[in-house]
């Protein structure tokens, strides 16, 4: 985008009148009014969603009841979405299955890659910790330290800048699995996803990706960049709904060994309706399935994958990226230009490489206050304590005249100081 035209409206519509991407905005249902900036937090509602849940429970369950299981493809829906999902995280059919929730898959996968590291060095082995990220989403932190303590590992949290120093300094020979989130849920800060995977690997450790906040956001390329395990949320940028399946890889190097994961359950039994006492890991990824999967959860889940798979005929994730860096630079450029003065600084990297698809401002005062001024302007972005004003760009439904909407509000409230009205200082239970 040209400088000399960054601030008006019509440079925005005419980006808008060339966006290859466009189309793809029609397969969602958004409210009229409202510029949505937290499908990185819960996608919006495909417009498809709603009938194929209808037909999931009236005809599928209602009328067909128990033989959908097998007639209605249900058993099988993990796998399928799974397949679907590869496609966006650079992995290959039969490597990611569609279940649980992120939390539980970095449960079983991060166990798996311990125990993948004590088969191979022996018990008595230096190789002892986890390293992560001390600001890593918080449900990663316990899973780890929850694991670290059943299996006397150590789970060592530190810097940002300090993680290539784990890999490669004097602690590197201790190190047994590397887990990161490749964008960060507060910054939208993203790692060099091969540089530290093939780090690690030198170092002898394994590496865990939490893509939460990159499927169906940025490229990711998994086999690629030879990583060994990878989780991933499917209610984001897979805008699959509240509370949807999550994703789980594991390369096919893991896979070969028939790993036993911890919560072994009768749907990654190789013969569940054998019903043999003895457990017997499932062929592939389907091993880490546990319990009984939701249809309609799954169902919900793959209308959004859909969706995301759809920017295929558009140039695909390439095309999605392209548009994601222009929007979250126009944002930041946006607010700089527009919003100075009023203490807003910026927390997501500047260098594209560097960035997911999300811009965080901070503020000393009234963060919190002003997210909700926005709201009740129909901007809609999230709040993340301390101080930090989170704005998610989804290429698939937005528009580049709503981030100039988006901003010329920002520097409404700003400017108005309505942010200062009591109901906008109310907590919610969920920012
Ligand atoms: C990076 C990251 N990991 C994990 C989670 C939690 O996922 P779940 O609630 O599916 O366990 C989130 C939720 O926002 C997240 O941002």
């Known amino acids: 985008m040209n400088k000399n035209n960054l601030a008006t409206r019509d440079a925005c519509a005419a980006l808008d009148a060339a966006d290859p991407l466009a189309p793809l905005r029609d397969q969602f249902d958004l409210p009229p009014g409202v510029i949505y900036l937290d499908g990185n937090s819960l996608g919006a509602l495909p417009k498809a969603t709603a009938d194929r849940v209808q037909d999931v429970v009236r005809r599928e369950w209602g009328r067909d009841l128990i033989q959908s299981w097998n007639t209605a493809g249900?058993?099988?829906a993990p796998q399928r979405i799974g397949d679907k999902i590869a496609r966006l995280v650079g992995a290959a059919p039969g490597e990611v299955i569609a279940a649980d929730s992120t939390s539980?898959?970095?449960?079983?996968?991060?166990?798996?890659?311990?125990?993948?590291?004590?088969?191979?060095d022996g018990a008595d082995s230096r190789r002892r910790v986890i390293v992560s990220e001390r600001d890593n989403f918080p449900t990663d932190l316990y899973?780890?330290?929850?694991?670290?303590?059943?299996?006397?590992?150590?789970?060592?949290?530190?810097?940002?800048?300090?993680?290539?120093?784990?890999?490669?300094?004097?602690?590197?020979?201790?190190?047994?699995?590397?887990?990161?989130?490749?964008?960060?849920?507060?910054?939208?800060?993203?790692?060099?996803?091969?540089?530290?995977?093939?780090?690690?690997?030198a170092a002898g450790?394994?590496?865990?990706?939490?893509?939460?906040?990159?499927?169906?956001?940025?490229?990711?390329?998994?086999?690629?960049?030879?990583?060994?395990?990878?989780?991933?949320?499917?209610?984001?940028?897979l805008n699959g709904g509240p509370g949807a399946p999550a994703f789980l890889?594991?390369?096919?190097?893991?896979?070969?060994?028939?790993?036993?994961?911890?919560?072994?359950?009768?749907?990654?039994?190789a013969a569940p309706f054998a019903f043999t006492p003895a457990y017997q890991p499932a062929a592939g990824v389907k091993a880490f399935l546990c319990g009984t999967p939701s249809p309609i959860g799954l169902a919900a889940l793959e209308c959004g994958v859909d969706t995301v798979l759809a920017a295929e005929a558009h140039g695909g994730m390439a095309a999605v990226r392209a548009k994601s860096?222009?929007?979250?630079?126009?944002?930041?450029?946006?607010?700089?230009?527009?919003?100075?003065?009023?203490?807003?600084?910026?927390?997501t990297p500047v260098d594209p490489a560097e960035r997911g698809?999300?811009?965080?401002?901070?503020?000393?005062?009234?963060?919190?206050?002003?997210?909700?001024a926005l709201i009740a302007r129909g901007v809609v972005g999230d709040y993340r304590a301390p101080g930090i004003l989170r704005?998610?760009?989804?290429?698939?439904?937005?528009?580049?005249?709503?981030?100039?909407?988006?901003?010329?509000?920002?520097?409404?409230?700003?400017?108005s100081g309505e942010w200062r009205e009591g109901r906008f200082h109310q907590r919610a239970a969920v920012t």
């Open 74 to 76: 249900w058993i099988d």
């Open 104 to 120: 539980v898959n970095l449960y079983k996968v991060l166990s798996v890659a311990l125990a993948a590291v004590r088969a191979r």
């Open 143 to 201: 899973i780890a330290e929850s694991l670290a303590r059943q299996h006397g590992f150590t789970l060592r949290l530190v810097e940002t800048d300090a993680i290539a120093a784990q890999l490669t300094g004097p602690a590197a020979d201790e190190l047994a699995v590397l887990l990161l989130t490749h964008v960060h849920y507060r910054t939208g800060r993203m790692h060099p996803m091969a540089e530290l995977t093939a780090a690690a690997h």
């Open 205 to 237: 450790a394994l590496v865990v990706w939490d893509l939460a906040h990159s499927a169906g956001a940025v490229p990711v390329d998994l086999n690629g960049c030879g990583a060994d395990f990878a989780i991933g949320c499917g209610y984001k940028y």
């Open 249 to 269: 890889w594991c390369h096919a190097r893991h896979l070969a060994q028939a790993v036993w994961q911890p919560l072994a359950g009768w749907m990654g039994h």
């Open 325 to 347: 860096l222009a929007m979250t630079a126009l944002f930041r450029q946006l607010v700089e230009t527009r919003c100075a003065g009023h203490g807003l600084t910026l927390h």
């Open 357 to 372: 698809s999300q811009v965080s401002l901070h503020r000393e005062e009234g963060a919190y206050a002003i997210v909700q």
């Open 391 to 415: 704005f998610g760009f989804t290429p698939l439904t937005l528009r580049f005249v709503e981030v100039w909407d988006a901003v010329e509000h920002l520097r409404q409230v700003l400017d």
